[in-house]
């Protein structure tokens, strides 16, 4: 079981749907706990796995871990994986050692804070078999400054399914057409849960900026969270309400990102940020803040651009130069499809999750497979 707080339209929910989609059934049962409600794609998932939510009743709710055990035993489960940190990665591995599973294992997707393990998360790495970083800078931060035992450190990097994940001509023109965007504006945009830590303050002040150079711009965040009326009040302030687009989650992301002429990431922090994967894949170029392992993917002048985080005037200026020059979008373009479709597949990171349960599992109770076989590290 996959436990996550809930299932939103963000990156790492996306990632987690697309992954479980993949297993082989015949290696892998997968299932969902959500601490709270199951959210947008949870719904979506539940028609195919056993999804399970609102398993936590409030901040200091204890009787979580009591929930869990029973949730793990009546579920017969070998293994759980907890997906970020904070009270998932706290109660999960928690319940799972009542639980006496085997496989305890716990993913994180950022570097800081959400991310950020803490105090309490850290003293139960004793009972953790592993954690999963997903890039090689990821991992050297995972043991540098979170002090996770390196031998306990796993690199599975991030990927997407290319196939999907492709340019959507009757899409582009319908969602523009649904939000009364002409065809030939140039438009960016942001895929992300509304949440402080991916800066949507950043993305305001950028647009402000851009339509100084481009008035026919446009903007779409797709993503929805707790910052998003104090979001929507912030674009008023900054009377650009009738240029920005807050639509809102939507599964529809790969006819959302061929809406788009570019894509823009905006974070505070990220390790590598599945959104950036997606839009590549859809031969869109990306500026994205120079943080995590971003540059891994936004190769600087040729996947997309790489601007110093918080960095407005810098971001704004990178955004009027691609929505300025078609040919070069459509250079970038290709390139970032090609270097996607080469680093970050959908299959290897689906093995790799399925190979690391399995040599787990296989080594604390069959006594055959080494435990350490698949750690990047060594």
């Known amino acids: ?17 697309n992954m479980v989609r993949r297993f082989d059934p015949a290696r892998i049962t997968p299932m969902i706990g959500c601490l709270k409600e199951k959210g947008v794609l949870g719904e979506e998932l539940s028609g195919e796995f056993p999804v399970f939510e609102d398993l936590i009743h409030h901040k200091y709710d204890v009787g979580v871990a009591v929930r869990l055990r029973k949730l793990f035993l009546e579920q017969e489960l070998d293994g759980v994986i907890t997906v970020g940190a904070g009270d998932k990665m706290f109660w999960g591995r928690l319940g799972a050692q009542s639980a006496r599973l085997p496989v305890i294992l716990s993913a994180l997707h950022s570097t800081g804070w959400p991310d950020g393990v803490g105090r309490l998360n850290r003293m139960l790495t004793g009972i953790t078999d592993g954690f999963i970083a997903c890039a090689d800078s990821h991992a050297e931060y995972l043991v540098k400054h979170e002090k996770f035992p390196e031998a306990k450190v796993f690199m599975i990097p991030n990927g997407i399914d290319t196939d999907r994940f492709v340019v959507d001509e009757v899409a582009r023109n319908a969602w523009r057409t649904k939000l009364g965007i002409s065809t030939d504006a140039p438009v960016t945009g942001i895929v992300a849960a509304l949440r402080p ?182």
């Open 197 to 378: 830590e991916k800066n949507h303050d950043l993305f305001l002040e950028s647009a402000r900026l851009t339509l100084e150079s481009l008035p026919e711009a446009r903007f779409v965040i797709a993503g929805d969270g707790p910052e998003r009326e104090r979001l929507e009040t912030l674009a008023a302030d900054k009377h650009i309400s009738d240029q920005i687009h807050f639509i809102g989650s939507t599964s529809d992301i790969p006819g959302v990102l061929s809406m788009m002429d570019m894509f823009s990431l905006t974070s505070h922090n990220e390790a590598k940020p599945v959104s950036i994967l997606e839009a590549l894949s859809c031969q869109r170029p990306v500026a994205g803040t120079a943080v995590g392992s971003v540059n891994e993917s936004v190769i600087e002048g040729v996947t997309g651009f790489l601007v110093d985080p918080g960095d407005s005037r810098m971001m704004a200026d990178r955004w009027v130069k691609l929505l300025s020059d078609q040919k070069l979008r459509q250079q970038m373009g290709v390139a970032g499809r090609n270097h996607v479709i080469e680093h970050s597949s959908l299959d290897s990171m689906t093995t790799g999750y399925m190979e690391l349960v399995e040599s787990i599992y296989h080594a604390k109770v069959d006594f055959k497979l080494p435990h350490s076989t698949t750690s990047s590290l060594g």
């Open 1 to 17: 079981m996959y436990l996550i707080t809930s299932m939103p339209v963000g990156g790492a929910e996306t990632l987690l749907v």
